[in-house]
């Protein structure tokens, strides 16, 4: 008896001390890269004065997590997660630290600032995919949602912060300076890492067996995986479904409306815009008492029919008689962004919480990967039509297309079905 209290004392604390090491090296990572993206995107601007080479500095900073997802999954999945994610920040560190030397003898041309951009988002997608694969393995069962929120509230504020402070660096840094200091950070991070114990919950704890790495089969592998799973197709359709439908119904025809239509001020939309990461910080905060509470089939029901209700409210301002002035529309969109912020939240983390539970580590990295790449890539396609669309049709018809199109599916998604037939 006094060995099992011993042992979940001992656990119980290595579980607080890897949920301290985990916030602050994923922190780490995460917000020297984002920054790093934001500020570099500055720099092009300024020195090409080319809205296009700006963009293509943030396309290739979204690009590896669509590319190399799934391979990143093989790498978490068949590779020592420790080593990995140690390694990973390790390199970035390393290239930073190279950066800086280029920058200091010759300047940043355009090639090398898309390839280390890219290389950087790289090695943090792999950084991340087996950071959350190897999550279940970090803390105790009952810390695991905590962990969750932890790495959605930081990847949230991310969004927030990167920005202002890669604004900020910009202004008052010397770029150079900044990759200098982002290098340490990595290797900070690399060495808060090395302390993690990574068999704190020795149930979900395997073996590594010494396998060679094959990509390509190990991605079908992992393919199969999933559709010989009911509940995790059907996870991964809510996510296409989600995204699709809020890049072509919100993100795209929500600006439009606030700029163009209702004429608010930038400042306002700025303001609107970062309530969505700020909601997601917000249901991050609560989602525990939720999913110790609700089932996990019923949450993405009743997030899948929230979700639709938001993106008809986008529209709701068309419908009303009269004008009521910025200041109210900007309170209203300011609500309506928070709620989408709490409800995605209610999404993700459950999501990820039930995949982490029921997927097999040998399996983890995989499946999550594969997930989220299927998921992005619906994205730009939903971003061309809905932009093509907006030049034929009313915005309030797009609106209520995806609201409904977002309820149909997932009713559909989610129906209940025999094992059969799944």
Excluded: W
Excluded at 222 to 233: A, D, T, V
Excluded at 278 to 306: C, D, N
Excluded at 366 to 374: A, D, K, L, N, T
């Amino acid at each position: 008896m006094t060995n099992i209290i011993t042992q979940k004392v001992n656990s119980s604390r290595g579980s607080t001390a890897n949920f301290l090491l985990f916030s602050a090296g994923k922190f780490i990572s995460v917000f020297g890269t984002a920054i790093y993206a934001f500020a570099i995107g500055l720099y092009v601007l300024r020195e090409t004065g080319s809205g296009l080479s700006f963009a293509m500095t943030l396309a290739f900073s979204i690009l590896p997590v669509v590319i190399f997802g799934p391979f990143s999954g093989v790498i978490a999945d068949k590779l020592d997660k420790k080593k990995t994610i140690i390694s990973m920040d390790i390199l970035n560190g390393i290239l930073f630290l190279s950066l800086f030397f280029v920058a200091s003898r010759g300047g940043m041309s355009l090639p090398i600032i898309y390839a280390s951009t890219f290389i950087s988002t790289t090695l943090t997608t792999v950084f991340s995919t087996s950071l959350s694969s190897a999550m279940p393995r970090l803390v105790s069962e009952d810390k695991l949602i905590g962990l969750n929120s932890a790495g959605r509230i930081i990847d949230s504020s991310s969004s927030i912060l990167a920005p202002i402070l890669g604004g900020m660096i910009f202004a008052l840094v010397d770029l150079r300076l900044f990759m200098v200091i982002n290098a340490l950070s990595f290797f900070a991070s690399a060495l808060l890492e090395v302390f993690i114990n990574f068999n704190v919950n020795s149930e979900n704890a395997n073996v590594l067996r010494k396998e060679k790495v094959s990509f390509l089969a190990d991605i079908k592998g992992g393919l199969k995986f999933i559709l010989e799973s009911c509940e995790i197709k059907r996870i991964i359709g809510i996510l296409v479904a989600i995204n699709f439908f809020l890049s072509l119904s919100v993100s795209v025809p929500m600006p439009y409306i606030i700029n163009n239509v209702l004429g608010l001020s930038t400042k306002s939309f700025g303001i609107i815009e970062s309530m969505f990461p700020l909601g997601i910080i917000f249901g991050a905060l609560f989602v525990k008492k939720i999913i110790e509470k609700v089932p996990h089939q019923s949450i993405m029901r009743l997030t899948g029919i929230a979700l639709s209700v938001c993106i008809g409210l986008i529209g709701l301002p068309f419908l009303l008689p009269a004008h009521l002035g910025e200041s109210a529309y900007f309170v209203y969109y300011v609500v309506v962004m928070a709620a989408f912020g709490v409800i995605i939240s209610l999404v993700d983390i459950p999501i990820i919480y039930r995949l982490q539970k029921t997927v097999p580590e040998d399996y983890r990295g995989r499946v999550m990967s594969i997930g989220i790449s299927v998921s992005k890539i619906v994205q730009p396609a939903a971003f061309i039509v809905s932009g093509l669309l907006l030049d034929i049709i009313s915005p309030l018809i797009l609106i209520a297309a995806g609201g409904v199109l977002m309820l149909f599916s997932t009713v559909v998604i989610l129906r209940e079905r025999g094992k059969e037939k799944c």
